[in-house]
């Protein structure tokens, strides 16, 4: 069965600075990967997603995610922080049995300074 | 273009009474899962349905939960006979179905339905 890591339980960033957000997964196949956000008393929000090809994926709200095979991580990326960023956000990996299911991540709590 | 539609958006029960929780899929969405996310807590997954099936229920507690996803209607999580450690937020999200396989479409969330137990 696949396991989703994400080491991070808060990070702090001012506005206009980088972020990068961890994700490791753990499965024996090659994953379907995504990264969802949750803003407070909101459901969930699909940022984005991969399935295959360029393991560099564009986002909604300028973020970016990279798929790196060989350290099984997919690690959330945005240039520059804006206020509005400021939430909860969990990696997910899927699988390709049938009747698995996602597996989401404790989550990531980003706070920014403005 | 409706989302997935949860309702009620907060529910607000004693103990020993029931709750039941709809979910209404995204159009043309024929697969549902329900989680549940305490406070400060990541979402666990509790059941994953299809139309009159129950694909995997391998996350919903043995006793006084169940699931069902009727051929027409929306989707009820049943919770009977409620305690105080059911408040929770419950979240539904429905999903395509996979390309030659399954869990492998993105899942659409609702907002959630949040339930007090008092």
């Known amino acids: 069965a696949q396991s989703v890591t994400q080491p991070d339980i808060h990070i702090t960033v001012s506005e206009g600075a980088s972020l990068e957000l961890r994700c490791n997964y753990s499965?024996?196949?090659?994953?379907?990967l995504f990264w969802y956000v949750q803003s407070p008393g909101q459901g969930l929000q699909l940022l984005l997603k991969?399935?295959?090809?360029?393991?560099l994926v564009q986002g909604i709200k300028g973020f970016e995610a990279e798929f790196k095979r060989s350290q099984s991580s997919f690690n959330l990326r945005k240039p520059s922080v804006h206020w509005s960023d400021a939430a909860e956000y969990f990696c997910?990996?899927?699988?390709?049995?049938?009747?698995?299911?996602?597996?989401f991540g404790p989550g990531t709590r980003l706070s920014v300074l403005p | 273009n409706a989302g997935v539609m949860q309702n009620p958006r907060h529910l607000v029960r004693r103990r020993g009474q029931e709750a039941r929780l709809r979910c209404s899929p995204m159009?043309?969405?024929?697969?549902v899962y329900w989680y549940r996310q305490l406070p400060e807590e990541g979402l666990k997954f509790m059941v994953y349905?299809?139309?009159?099936?129950?694909?995997?229920e391998s996350g919903m507690p043995k006793e006084r939960f169940s699931a069902e996803f009727p051929k027409e209607g929306p989707s009820i999580l049943r919770i009977q006979q409620v305690v105080r450690g059911d408040s929770a937020a419950y979240f539904c999200?429905?999903?395509?179905?996979?390309?030659?396989?399954?869990?492998?479409?993105?899942?659409?969330f609702g907002d959630g339905t949040r339930l007090s137990i008092l």
């Open positions: 991969y399935f295959s090809g360029d393991t």
């Open positions: 349905l299809q139309k009159e099936n129950i694909i995997d």
């Open positions: 159009k043309g969405h024929s697969h």
């Open positions: 499965y024996g196949a090659t994953p379907y």
């Open positions: 997910a990996v899927g699988a390709e049995n049938y009747g698995q299911n996602f597996v």
């Open positions: 999200a429905s999903s395509a179905p996979g390309q030659g396989g399954y869990s492998n479409q993105p899942q659409h």
